[in-house]
């Protein structure tokens, strides 16, 4: 059995199709119903146990200096590539804490926090089955439950893999290495980070998933999904458009 040690939460870009409520706020430290999103995150990785935590910022990271000063367990690296490059640069950036970790989005809530108990047999990622059609990311299994296809465009009846993810000693390395290869010498940067363990070098990896509910975590990519889950965003856009239309 593997044990997650340590965490990495991705928190360095723009958030663009959540402004204007992005302007002035990195996306993962937009409140949601009085809280950072990101706060979330942190306390579910707490209650697991984890508490060595490594936050990759880039867009308005001095905003995130708060939550390092008042956590001894959270360090934070900054991205320089943050805003030419996709988040592959992120976990470039943060590549060496890799092994023993579980690998997270910052701008999802955590509802529930059982699915990052820490132990974990194998690198896997958190999905949910689903019959219906989605344009998330969509995984197949073979007959040992190991990722045999991913389809980064989505498909119906299959896995939908979310942001959260957990990596053995073995394939943290591995990956460390392929993550230096396409970054540096592929010079591939305008890819997630997904990609390069599952569509750019599949066959040295035996991944598989940790099934959770859907209902078990919240991803937040734009603002009507912020609205979805606080609508006190979607009252001030609209006192913001009366307001605008009187003149």
Known sequence: ??????????????????RPVTDRIPKPMVPVNGRPMI?????????????????????????????????????????PYY?????????????????NAVILDGDQMIHDSSILFPVYERSCYCCHYTG????EWMLQLDETGTVCCCSPSGGAGGWQLHSVSFWTEEDGI?????????????????????????????????????????????EI?????????????????SMERMRDSRG
């Not at 990759?56 to 939550?67: A, I, K, M, N, W």
């Not at 988040?87 to 590549?95: E, Q």
């Open 132 to 135: 219906q059609w989605t344009d």
């Open 39 to 79: 706060e979330s995150v942190i306390d579910a990785l707490h209650q697991n146990g984890i508490t060595e935590i490594y936050i990759v910022t880039g867009y308005l990271s001095e905003q995130f200096q708060p939550l390092a000063r008042r956590d001894d367990g959270i360090r934070l690296i900054e991205n």
């Open 1 to 18: 059995m593997e044990n997650a040690t340590h965490a990495i939460i991705m928190a360095a870009g723009i958030g663009s199709r959540m």
């Open 174 to 218: 591995r990956l460390k290495q392929h993550l230096e290869y396409e970054f540096e010498q592929r010079r591939n940067r305008a890819v997630y980070w997904d990609h390069v363990a599952l569509l750019l070098h599949p066959a040295d990896y035996q991944i598989g998933i940790r099934p959770i509910s859907e209902f078990a975590l919240t």
């Open 83 to 99: 805003a030419s490059c996709n988040n592959i640069s992120s976990l470039y950036m943060a590549r060496e804490w890799i092994p």
């Open 221 to 237: 990519d734009s603002f009507s999904e912020l609205v979805a889950q606080d609508p006190s965003y979607g009252i001030h856009r």
